[in-house]
């Protein structure tokens, strides 16, 4: 994110004058609400001034022997109310870097637990939304986030809740939450015997060590009229009984500077609250058209990412079916080829079992026809050693019909049919069967989660910035270490233990009186 605008001007013509350099600057950064911002400088003394737009820029006191010459282009007047005053995004971008910076440089005093909560809103305006895929520990290491770095844990816990908020509004909400702050829009001079600030809401007076609560405070409803002379500035009230209020300033151009800061915030001051003339209202209608049209963009912005990211789920999830659509086929074809498999081990071991069957049936056939045949080869042998009676012949024939009808031999057992092993294709089903399963709990799973976390994003969207500040505020007082705490940490705490509150409730409260 760029810093605040930092002018250069290497060649400019001498007859120049501070409002066509305005005007050139403005022009090239796209701004129509003008009326805030100012061109700063550093004079040949050291001190901040603002250029003066109706005087040539080589008139003012602008270091000469300086070249290139050097301009800040920053916030001069600040609104009452950023979310009702500022509509470009430009000028709400221009016064978040701004704070932003005068808060990091200490120059804006911010309570440790308000700093944090700023600083949450700082980096969902950089980086988005947080995402945890993508942002590892420690990414917020090279950011400078507040004034002393410390909390880095907590800014990335506030991050994570921001969740949705565009950058412009994150800036937004970075800048209703920094116009609170006592010192916000506060233009010091210390110049002064007295402590001076103004801002939008009037003139106040502090004292030099301390620049948080005002001991005296003068709204610009109750000044009829601010002028000096020479060294001495004078103030007057509308109450004409009251004093006038006067201090010495040690150089012309500080009086300068501070009588032209009160004259600008008087005017915007008093323009908020007049009624509304024929071009007030026109111009406060195109205002509202401004803010429609951006309010219309930031919508569509929103409804084109969600469309995106739907369309992209229903992408997802039609992959998803096709892939298991394939998986589901994949799988019905190996279980065919497993039962395939199988069938055919079963018909090989039916086959295998039969011919055993068959192979002891022959054996004892075999042994039979072993037997008899010895059997008649011995009768033949007896018959032609010797002749026989007919009583031998009778017996050797019932000898034979005797050896026919014994039964045969028994056979041995046949060997144990053999162990058929599992095959690939086998183990293959068991194994696909699991992932089938396991596939299934899987996307269960998957899908609960997601519903689960958009149940919890619609309720972080809910969350409000006192309840953020409370919740902030009882955590980081058990860390707190009070031996390291500053003087603007002592004056605050002391605000708000007394019920001071700052200068917006303070001029509410005397104007309600």
Not at 116 to 138: C, F
Not at 149 to 172: A, P, T
Not at 489 to 497: N, R, S, T, W, Y
Request: hydrophobic residues 35%.
């Amino acid at each position: 994110m760029p810093e605040p605008i930092n002018v250069t001007v290497t060649t400019m013509d001498p007859k120049t004058t501070g409002k066509q350099l305005f005007d050139h600057v403005v022009n090239i950064v796209g701004l129509r609400e003008v009326w805030f911002f100012g061109l700063q400088y550093v004079d040949s003394r050291g001190y901040s001034t603002w250029l003066q737009l109706n005087k040539k820029v080589t008139q003012q006191d602008v270091k000469k022997e300086k070249d290139p010459l050097q301009f800040k282009f920053r916030a001069k007047f600040f609104p009452e109310d950023v979310s009702e005053e500022l509509i470009q995004e430009i000028t709400q971008r221009l016064f978040f870097l701004q704070v932003k910076e005068a808060i990091l440089k200490d120059e804006i005093y911010c309570p440790t637990e308000t700093a944090v909560l700023l600083a949450s809103y700082a980096v969902q305006a950089k980086y988005g939304d947080y995402n945890k895929e993508i942002r590892n520990p420690g990414y917020l290491a090279n950011d400078r986030l507040l004034p002393q770095q410390q909390w880095e844990e907590r800014i990335q816990n506030w991050h994570e809740e921001h969740r949705g908020i565009q950058r412009e509004g994150s800036m937004m909400d970075y800048l209703k939450i920094a116009q609170d702050l006592e010192m916000y829009g506060v233009n010091y001079f210390e110049e002064t015997e007295l402590c001076l600030g103004v801002d939008a809401l009037g003139l106040n007076i502090y004292e030099h060590d301390d620049k948080l609560t005002p001991k005296i405070g003068f709204p610009w409803s109750e000044i009829r009229n601010v002028s000096f002379n020479d060294k001495k500035f004078v103030l007057k009230p509308i109450n004409k009984k009251a004093p006038d209020f006067g201090f010495y300033a040690p150089h012309l151009r500080v009086n300068k500077q501070i009588l032209a800061l009160c004259m600008g915030n008087h005017e915007l001051y008093m323009r908020r609250r007049k009624p509304d003339t024929i071009e007030a209202r026109e111009e406060k209608h195109q205002k509202q058209l401004e803010r429609a049209q951006l309010e219309n963009k930031k919508k569509k912005r929103e409804i084109a990412e969600k469309e995106r990211i739907e369309c992209e789920k229903e992408e997802l999830m039609e992959r998803l079916k096709q892939i298991e659509e394939q998986t589901i086929k994949w799988l019905e074809k190996e279980r065919r080829a497993a039962e395939e498999a199988k069938s055919a081990i079963a018909k090989q071991a039916a086959d295998q079992k039969n011919q055993e069957q068959l192979a002891a049936k022959l054996a004892q056939f075999t042994a039979k026809i072993v037997l008899l045949e010895e059997a008649k080869k011995k009768k033949e042998e007896e018959a032609t050693e010797c002749f026989c009676s007919p009583e031998d012949l009778e017996k050797t024939k019932e000898e034979l019909k005797t050896v026919m009808s014994a039964p045969p031999p028994t056979p041995p057992p046949p060997p144990p049919p053999p162990v058929i092993p599992l095959t690939e294709n086998e183990h293959d089903e068991h194994d696909e069967i699991n992932a089938e399963a396991s596939a299934e709990l899987s996307n269960e799973g998957v899908m609960n989660h997601r519903s689960k976390e958009e149940h919890v994003t619609e309720t972080q969207k809910n969350e409000r910035v006192k309840k953020q500040l409370q919740a902030l505020s009882s955590e980081l007082a058990q860390a707190r270490d009070e031996t390291k705490e500053t003087q603007k940490d002592v004056l605050q705490a002391k605000d708000v233990k007394t019920g001071h509150g700052n200068t917006k409730q303070r001029i509410n409260q005397f104007e309600a009186m």
